[in-house]
C-alpha cells in the first residue's frame, strides 16, 4: 500500500502473544493503539506493559512477575543486527530490568511473530516447558532439555532460533542470562534468566525468516553505518579495543577496582586476539567479534570478556580469559556480574572475610567458583549466585567491590571519567556503561557540571528512543533523527518529538523503581569509590563525595525530578504520563516541600 506522499505503508505488528505458563494458554491481545504512539515499541512498550501488569513488591521470581521477550516496528528492516529487549523485574536490583540480545534468535523471533511484536509470559509451571513460536501463534510443550548447558539446549533444534537458560537460569543465579545463537549472544545483565528459571521455561523456540521491505532504506543507512567512525571501529576491532581504550585513559578496572590500569592490557587486548582468531563472528554488514578456539569449545569474546575476566580478575593469558567466557556462556552467567563476584572473594579471603584462598592471576581457581556460582553447590557459592551485595551482608566486605542498586559495576572505572559516576548512579537498571557512556568523549575534553548532565541525559533520553524501535546498539551512532524517516516510512505516528518519546521512556522506568521504594539513596556511588586511584594517568583521582552530590542535584532539576529523585506531578503531565501513574508510585507536587513548581 502506498499512502499520500508516496511513502509504501506497513503493517506494523500491533498485538502481543499472551503466554499463561500456569495454564498453559496462548491467545493475541491487541496493544493499545496510544501505547504504540506514546512508547513505540521494545523498551517503552515493554515498559509500559510491566508496569502494568506488576503490583508493588511484586516477586521477581515469583509467578505474579512477568518476561516480555519484546521487538520494535521495525524489527527485521533495520541495517546491522536484529535485536530483541528481555523485560521484567529484576532478582539482582528489584527494579525495572531491560537487557537485549541480537544474532539470528531475533531474526527468527521477527518472523515468527506475525502480527505480534513480542512475547508476555506470566505464570509458572512445575515441570519444565519451551514456547514454540511459529507462524504468528506460539505453544507451550514440555522440555527435555533441562539440565543442559546453552550450548546444547540450542542443538537441539537445528532449524530454528533458541533463546534458553543455562543452569545457572535453572539454579536462579540473580544475574543469570537468556543465551541465544548457542550461547554467543545474551540478554545479560539483571538476571532475567533467572526469572525463566523460577518460571519452568527453559527455552524459546522461534521458527521464521525475518520480514523484508524498505531495501533502499535500508542500504542507505548501511552504507552510512560502514562509513562511520564506529562502523570502522568494528570492522577493525571489533568491541575488544575497548580494552587498549580504557587502559590508555588509566579508567580500566583492574584487580578488583585496585588500580586504573592493566599492565598485560596488550595480552588480553586486540593484539591478543587478532593473532589467536580463526575468524569473524559473521560477515556482512558488520563482522563484529573473532572467532578464537578455546578448550570450552569456540567462543566469541567481547570487550566486556577481557575486561571483567581478565584485567579484573588480573589474568594475563588471553585463552585463559576467553575459556572463562565460554564458560559463563555455557552457564549462562552475566560474565560482568560473575568476574566482580570472583574479584569480591579474592579480596574477602585477603581480609579475613571468607576461610577461602583465592588468588588473582588464578584462572583455574576463578573457573571453579564460577561453577560453584553457577549451580549454588556450596555456601560461598550459593552467597554469591544473589550478588555481590547479599554475599557481603553474609560475610562482610560492602567495601570490597562497588555496585549500584545492588548490580556490580562494569569495568569503566568512573574514577577516571567522573561522568561515568553519573552514568552508572542514575542508570534505571543499575550499574550500566550502556545507557549513557560519556567516558568517549569525556576523556578528550574539559567538562564542567552542567556539560556532563547534558550529556548523560541526552544519551539516556536517545537510547531509551533507540532501543524501543530496536536499533542495533551501534548502527543506532548513524540514526541522527533518532529514526524518525524509519517511522514516517512505516507510517507510525509518536505522540511529542522523538526526544520527548525518549524522556517519556526513561521517566516512566523511574516510575517503576519509585513505585518499588527507589530513592536517591539507590543512586549514590559506593564506598570503594573513594579510594583514591593508586596510579596512572589518573593517580590519586576519586569519586568525591560532595562534588557527586552538586552532579545529581543538578541531574534531578534537569529531570524534573525531586531532589529525592521522583518525578513531579508537572513532570508526569508534561510527558502525558498521567494516565500511567497509579496510586501506590508517589509524585511529588513539588521539587521540594517548601516550593513552588515553575511550569517553564
Given amino acids: 500500500m502506498v499512502d499520500k506522499c508516496g511513502v509504501m505503508a506497513f503493517d506494523i505488528p500491533d498485538s502481543l502473544l499472551r503466554v499463561d505458563l500456569s495454564a498453559g494458554r496462548v491467545e493475541s491481545v491487541p496493544v493499545p493503539a496510544a501505547w504504540r504512539r506514546r512508547y513505540v515499541g521494545g523498551k517503552g512498550l515493554g515498559a509500559r506493559y510491566l508496569y502494568e501488569e506488576l503490583d508493588a513488591g511484586t516477586d521477581p521470581l515469583g509467578p505474579a512477575n512477568v518476561l516480555l521477550f519484546m521487538l520494535g516496528p521495525l524489527s527485521g528492516l533495520l541495517p546491522g543486527e536484529t535485536r530483541y529487549a528481555a523485560i521484567t523485574k529484576s532478582p539482582l536490583t528489584g527494579g525495572f530490568l531491560d537487557s537485549y540480545a541480537g544474532g539470528e534468535f531475533p531474526d527468527r523471533l521477527a518472523g515468527a511473530l506475525g502480527d505480534n511484536m513480542g512475547l508476555l509470559v506470566t505464570g509458572e509451571t512445575e515441570d519444565p516447558v519451551r514456547v514454540v513460536v511459529e507462524d504468528g501463534d506460539a505453544s507451550v510443550e514440555p522440555a527435555a532439555t533441562w539440565g543442559a548447558d546453552t550450548v546444547d539446549t540450542a542443538a537441539a533444534f537445528p532449524d530454528a532460533g533458541v533463546a534458553c537458560i543455562g543452569p545457572a537460569g535453572e539454579a536462579g543465579v540473580a544475574y543469570a542470562t537468556i543465551a541465544s545463537d548457542a550461547g554467543e549472544h545474551h540478554a545479560g545483565r539483571g538476571g532475567a534468566g533467572a526469572v525463566m528459571g523460577a518460571k519452568g521455561l527453559k527455552a524459546v523456540v522461534a521458527r521464521g525468516d ?29 568491541t575488544v579495543e575497548t580494552v587498549d581504550f580504557a587502559n590508555e585513559v588509566g579508567a580500566l578496572s583492574t584487580r578488583g577496582w585496585e588500580g586504573g590500569q592493566f599492565e598485560a592490557a596488550d595480552d588480553v587486548g586486540i593484539a591478543a586476539i587478532r593473532a589467536l582468531a580463526t575468524g569473524r563472528e559473521y560477515d556482512g554488514e558488520g563482522p563484529r567479534g573473532f572467532r578464537v578456539e578455546t578448550d570450552e569449545g569456540e567462543t566469541v569474546p567481547r570487550g566486556a570478556t577481557a575486561m571483567s575476566l581478565g584485567a579484573g580478575l588480573g589474568i594475563e593469558e588471553f585463552d585463559a580469559v576467553a575459556a572463562l567466557g565460554e564458560a559463563c556462556n555455557r552457564f549462562g552467567l552475566d560474565l ?265
Fill in 210 to 238: 525475518p520480514p523484508a521491505g524498505l531495501d533502499d532504506l535500508h542500504q542507505q543507512y548501511a552504507e552510512a553505518y560502514r562509513e562511520s567512525a564506529t562502523g570502522q571501529w568494528l570492522q577493525s576491532s571489533g
Fill in 336 to 600: 560482568i556480574s560473575a568476574g566482580s563476584a570472583v574479584a569480591w572473594a579474592i579480596k574477602a579471603g585477603d581480609r579475613g572475610r571468607i576461610d577461602r584462598s583465592l588468588a588473582f592471576g588464578d584462572a583455574d581457581g576463578a573457573r571453579t567458583l564460577l561453577s560453584a556460582i553457577a549451580t549454588r553447590e556450596t555456601e560461598l557459592g550459593d552467597a554469591l549466585a544473589d550478588g555481590v551485595d547479599v554475599a557481603a551482608e553474609r560475610f562482610g566486605g560492602d567495601d570490597l567491590v562497588p555496585t549500584v542498586k545492588a548490580m556490580e559495576l562494569p569495568a569503566y572505572d568512573p574514577r577516571g571519567a567522573q561522568s561515568m559516576a553519573l552514568a552508572y548512579a542514575t542508570s534505571d537498571r543499575g550499574a550500566c556503561h550502556r545507557r549513557a557512556r560519556p567516558i568517549e568523549r569525556e576523556v578528550f575534553e574539559e567538562w564542567n557540571r552542567d556539560q556532563t548532565v547534558r550529556a548523560v541525559v541526552d544519551e539516556q533520553n536517545q537510547r531509551s528512543v533507540l532501543w524501543s524501535l530496536i536499533v542495533d546498539d551501534f548502527v543506532g551512532d548513524v540514526f541522527d533523527d533518532l529514526g524518525a524517516e524509519w517511522l514516517d516510512a512505516v507510517g507510525l505516528e509518536t505522540t511529542g518529538d522523538l526526544r520527548t518519546v525518549g524522556e517519556r521512556i526513561w521517566t516512566l522506568t523511574r516510575l517503576f523503581n519509585v513505585r518499588e521504594g527507589f530513592s536517591r539513596a539507590d543512586d549514590e556511588l559506593p564506598p570503594a569509590l573513594r579510594d583514591p586511584l593508586p596510579a596512572g594517568p589518573n593517580e590519586g583521582e576519586a569519586v568525591d563525595a560532595e562534588r557527586f552530590d552538586a552532579m545529581l542535584d543538578a541531574y534531578y532539576d534537569r529531570r524534573g525530578w525531586s531532589r529525592d529523585g521522583r518525578p513531579i506531578r508537572a513532570t508526569v503531565d508534561r510527558l502525558d504520563l498521567s494516565e500511567a501513574v497509579d496510586e501506590e508510585t508517589p509524585v511529588p507536587e513539588t521539587p521540594r516541600p517548601d516550593e513552588t513548581t515553575n511550569d517553564d
